[in-house]
């Protein structure tokens, strides 16, 4: 029976039909294992599911020599090296799509939480800060509906964030790799250069994969182009923006405020700057965090590895190439 590594428990029962066909371990406290923990823990595994969490190198892979399969709960790869699992034929798969509309949802709420200062409003009421009652100049926020919104990654959380962006009447600019001819035809979205939709956009949303040419693509310069009232929501990954730089502009106002769902470092030190501002609204990577959808992630991330370690194609291949040539 082919071993496997799990490297935390998941959501729902979709680890039982893992264990009817294999011989399973998995993680089993709440915290993510360590490098040297995987390592320790994989020497004779075939197959791994693993979480962002976890950094796959080439040196995990090397203490695992008889790997064939890595299924990730998770959209984004970049904490798997892709090309070496390429290179050394090992399948590896994902869970794209069922968290498409859940992740959008969340990048709307982080939207019109800041621009409509709820999370600043909640604290207000709470902590006895509304004195006044109703007040013509209390608690001012920016108009949503109507405005131009900036999409950086027209994959399909983008589409899905642009979909919901025709509900308020926005205009719709996008950057991404490639044009998206069905999404200009369907939403009206224009696609434009990433210079000219930070310099046009009210909101802009990141939602491109994090790759050597995302890596901080949002940086000082990219802040300075952005209109002083304008405002970034990140739910891509926290390595897209240069967060020093992103301090610095919340705290000059060269922007109006940010929506982060996702950091360089995770979890976000509690008295990280960012904490200390009030034109942030932060959410622990939530992105996903729908019960239906976690577990969804966990029924395809499991059968996916099942496929994988039976030969066939996973239902999210990120490297198909290693099947068909193989
Ligand atoms: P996707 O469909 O692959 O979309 C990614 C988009 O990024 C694509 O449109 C791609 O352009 C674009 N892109 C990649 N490299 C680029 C570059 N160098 N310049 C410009 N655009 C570039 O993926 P998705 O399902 O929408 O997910 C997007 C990302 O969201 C994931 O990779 C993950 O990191 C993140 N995510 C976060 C959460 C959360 O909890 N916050 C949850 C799920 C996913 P092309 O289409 O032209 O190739």
Not at 183 to 195: I, N, Q, S, Y
Not at 196 to 213: I, T
Not at 268 to 279: C, G, I, Q
């Amino acid at each position: 029976m082919a071993r496997v590594f799990v490297t935390r428990k998941l959501p729902g029962d979709a680890l039982d039909r893992l264990r009817a066909e294999f011989d399973v371990d998995v993680w089993g406290l709440d915290r993510p294992p360590s490098k040297a923990e995987i390592i320790e823990r994989i020497g004779d595994v075939e197959g791994l599911l693993c979480l962002l969490t976890e950094r796959i190198d080439r040196e995990v892979m090397d203490a695992a020599p008889r790997l064939r399969a890595i299924s990730s709960y998770s959209a984004g790869l970049d904490h798997i090296d892709l090309e070496e699992a390429t290179r050394r034929g090992i399948i590896v798969s994902y869970t794209p799509g069922v968290l498409t509309e859940a992740v959008a949802d969340l990048a709307w709420a982080l939207l019109l939480s800041v621009a409509r200062r709820i999370v600043e409003a909640d604290r207000e009421v709470r902590g006895g800060g509304w004195r006044v009652g109703w007040h013509p100049t209390y608690m001012l926020g920016s108009n949503v509906y109507g405005r131009t919104i900036g999409i950086v990654g027209m994959g399909r959380i983008g589409t899905a964030v642009a979909r919901r962006a025709r509900g308020f009447n926005m205009r719709i600019l996008y950057y991404s790799r490639s044009r998206k001819p069905e999404v200009e035809r369907e939403l009206g979205a224009v696609f434009v250069g990433l210079d000219e939709l930070l310099k046009e956009a009210d909101y802009v949303v990141l939602s491109v994969s994090l790759n050597r040419e995302t890596y901080r693509m949002i940086g000082e310069r990219e802040l300075r182009l952005m209109k002083p009232s304008a405002y970034l929501i990140n739910i891509s990954r926290g390595a897209v923006v240069d967060t020093e730089a992103l301090v610095k502009a919340l705290k000059e106002g060269w922007i109006a405020g940010a929506g982060l769902d996702v950091y360089e470092e995770e979890p976000l030190p509690k008295d990280h700057p960012l904490t200390r501002l009030r034109n942030v609204v932060l959410t622990p990577h939530i992105g996903s965090a729908t019960r239906e959808v976690r577990e969804r992630m966990a029924e395809i991330a499991v059968e996916n590895l099942v496929r994988s370690l039976r030969g066939e194609m996973p239902l999210y291949p990120a490297n198909p190439e290693v099947l068909v040539s193989g």
